[in-house]
């Protein structure tokens, strides 16, 4: 049981301590005078206040609540690095991005797991569609340059966009953070980033995970990931089976590097650090690496139902020849006309500052095309109509008989 008393005089020693007054206290906790003369009479802080208080006063939550040091043999969780009233307090600023009116996530944050009600009546035959993602060595780069909000969009942008390709319907979303020091405000961007992202997808974060491990991560060190689940009528998975001779392939525009190539472009950064303020299409060089990734699902949603489509690929890591060969069946290949790709500017300074060749340009980065998609000749004007409401999208190659599934013709015009 606490004893507020002991507490009371705890603070007030603590302070004289550290040599500052009661006003001077109240001032650098945003408090006024009389708050903290309340402390020092017996009335407790309220959790977020503990935390702010016993960093002023340089002892841990757990020597406050105690009223007094720990002995140096004495052990806590919070020496250890992680303070559970502190991190407590995150966990409730989180719950107001995880309120949703969705009524198919049936409880709230707080639960050992999430439920989800996934009997839709226009699916007969439901199949579960799951994916996890991490968001690379971007990651690194939108925490030292301040797009901390940005990267949760990267991060469930990429996974729906994975899972839309086999036709699927994004349901929810399960995010993990993992650190080295847990920081309120940057932990409460990393959640409302996420939850925007979905709701933006139409799906729903609906739990996770904040793992706190100063022994694992160094500080300042956040490392995110996610789960979604999406949802397909089994009879209307598209993956590619159907594709035949004579199919079109089309592509879709991204709008930069998307959540690949990072490596090498640390790589270039390190090597000409001034290039990071050079203008590209009327935005620094760092402006157009951290743009996020490309949400495709709601312009590729509206063509699901055509029967002339016949697979789609997502270009990530290993760009078109390593993602769209996927899909394509033995016996078939997509051959590609390089000339018909429009390049967008920062892959062209990326190629001309760092004397890149065509072929590790193809293969490191997605070059201008976000995603592919393999329609029959009779379907093909209509889908790219509809796509192009929303995306560019445009006609780059045709499937024909050859044994490599992935054949470049000619050169892109960079």
Not at 211 to 221: C, F, L, N, R
Not at 339 to 356: A, D
Not at 363 to 377: E, L, M, P, R, W
């Amino acid at each position: 049981m606490l004893d507020n008393q002991k507490i009371a005089r705890f603070i007030a020693e603590r302070r004289k301590a550290i040599g500052i007054t009661q006003a001077e206290a109240a001032q650098r906790l945003n408090v006024t005078f009389q708050t903290v003369s309340k402390w020092e009479n017996g009335s407790l802080p309220c959790a977020e206040m503990l935390v702010e208080l016993a960093q002023l006063l340089n002892v841990s939550v757990d020597e406050i609540l105690m009223g007094q040091k720990r002995n140096s043999e004495n052990f806590s969780y919070s020496k250890a690095g992680v303070d559970v009233s502190y991190t407590d307090s995150i966990k409730r600023e989180m719950a107001s991005f995880l309120e949703t009116d969705n009524r198919r996530v049936l409880n709230k944050l707080g639960a050992f797991a999430s439920l989800y009600d996934i009997s839709f009546a226009d699916i007969s035959n439901p199949v579960l569609v799951l994916k996890s993602e991490e968001p690379g060595s971007k990651q690194k780069l939108a925490m030292e340059y301040g797009y901390s909000e940005s990267i949760c969009h990267d991060m469930i942008n990429h996974l729906v966009n994975d899972i839309a390709v086999m036709g699927a319907k994004p349901l929810a979303v399960l995010d993990t953070i993992v650190c080295g020091n847990a920081e309120k405000e940057t932990i409460k961007s990393f959640v409302k980033g996420i939850s925007e992202a979905c709701e933006e997808n139409e799906c729903a974060l609906v739990g996770g995970e904040t793992s706190i491990q100063p022994q694992v991560v160094d500080k300042g060190v956040y490392i995110l990931t996610s789960s979604i689940a999406g949802i397909v009528d089994k009879n209307k998975i598209i993956d590619g089976t159907t594709i035949s001779e004579g199919d079109s392939v089309l592509a879709i525009a991204s709008n930069g590097l998307h959540t690949n190539g990072y490596s090498l472009v640390r790589m270039l950064m390190d090597k000409m650090p001034q290039i990071k303020l050079d203008k590209i299409n009327g935005e620094t060089f760092i402006e157009n690496i951290m743009t996020p990734h490309t949400a495709y699902y709601k312009a590729i949603k509206e063509i699901f139902r055509f029967k002339g489509l016949k697979g789609m690929a997502h270009i990530t890591g290993g760009g078109i020849e390593g993602n769209l060969c996927r899909i394509i069946p033995n016996g078939l290949s997509a051959k590609i006309d390089l000339s018909k790709i429009n390049p967008i500017p920062i892959f062209s300074y990326i190629k001309s500052v760092g004397n890149i060749e065509d072929k590790e340009m193809l293969s490191t980065f997605n070059c201008g095309v976000g995603f592919n998609i393999v329609v029959s000749q009779a379907d093909k004007n209509n889908i790219i109509e509809i796509i192009s409401k929303y995306y560019n999208c445009y006609e780059i190659g045709e499937i024909v008989k050859a044994d490599k599934k992935i054949i470049f013709e000619n050169k892109i015009l960079w």
